[in-house]
């Protein structure tokens, strides 16, 4: 088996299904386990999820396993579940130079663990199937290159809906308002428009919000509608809770229907 991973590693490539080896191996599945623990313990495997397998190269192994970014595409092909690239992770490759990725997050249509490896965190966000269907096209993704292959990314319209989305996964409202001031200006107003359709308004009200405070009037524009037919007042920062016994009077805006209960701050 060791030799095996060694000519794979060598051919480029650093993945197998625990299928795959048995067979070309030809060993009892007992046998074959133990090897794999053995391979694991040299630091010479990892295995992000039961049946799958990475094979660590002499510069991996101080990490516990490469960068997700190679082996994310096989993973996500051997469970079966389509899946992105979003929030800070895609942020950073855009260019948010504040985004410090510490985790990988990857939207899903499917609920799945987290997975812990190495010094790697995989973050997976659950997307209702028929919304992660569409809007996870080509036209709104991007590929991101590594020496594996291609990984899908979320493309930066889609980035900052999601962001607002999941606001909470995504360091914050000043996190998300971060992204927007270094990214916004390049995103497609008529993508915005058509990816807006299938998320909250209130997270497109959000984001109209930011894009008005960060002066791109286009992109601003391609959102205002989703606030006309608002009907209630929401808060800008949800994540702020209103203490008990303590009444506060926020200022509003009107033409976002938002309550500004937290100022918005970001790195110049």
């Given at each position: ?14 993945v ?19 090897a ?8 010479r ?43 800070l ?45 569409a ?131 970001i790195?110049?």
């Amino acid at each position: 088996m060791e030799q095996q991973i060694d000519q794979r590693l060598r051919r480029g490539q650093r993945v197998f299904s625990g299928r795959e080896m048995l067979s070309s191996l030809k060993q009892s599945p007992e046998a074959f386990e133990a090897a794999a623990r053995r391979l694991k313990r040299k630091h010479r495997l990892a295995s992000p999820h039961r049946g799958f397998f990475v094979i660590l190269s002499p510069e991996d192994q101080a990490y516990g396993a490469p960068d997700p970014i190679r082996w994310i595409t096989p993973l996500m092909k051997y469970l079966g579940v389509d899946y992105r690239i979003s929030l800070l992770r895609a942020a950073a490759h855009h260019g948010s130079s504040h985004q410090a990725a510490m985790v990988f997050q990857v939207i899903a249509p499917k609920q799945l663990r987290p997975i812990d490896i190495g010094r790697h965190r995989i973050q997976f966000v659950y997307q209702a199937q028929e919304d992660f269907a569409a809007v996870n096209q080509e036209q709104y993704l991007v590929q991101i290159k590594s020496e594996s292959g291609f990984a899908k990314a979320a493309g930066i319209e889609l980035l900052l809906l999601d962001s607002v989305r999941y606001m909470h996964r995504a360091s914050g409202l000043n996190g998300v308002a971060q992204m927007v001031h270094d990214l916004g200006r390049k995103a497609d107003p008529r993508k915005l428009a058509r990816l807006a359709v299938v998320y909250e308004g209130t997270a497109v009200r959000r984001l109209g919000y930011l894009f008005d405070q960060f002066g791109m009037g286009r992109q601003a524009e391609a959102l205002v509608r989703f606030a006309k037919g608002a009907k209630s007042m929401k808060a800008l920062d949800p994540g702020v809770k209103p203490l008990p016994g303590v009444a506060r009077a926020y200022e509003e805006d009107a033409r976002w229907k938002l309550v500004l209960n937290r100022p918005v701050e970001i790195d110049a």
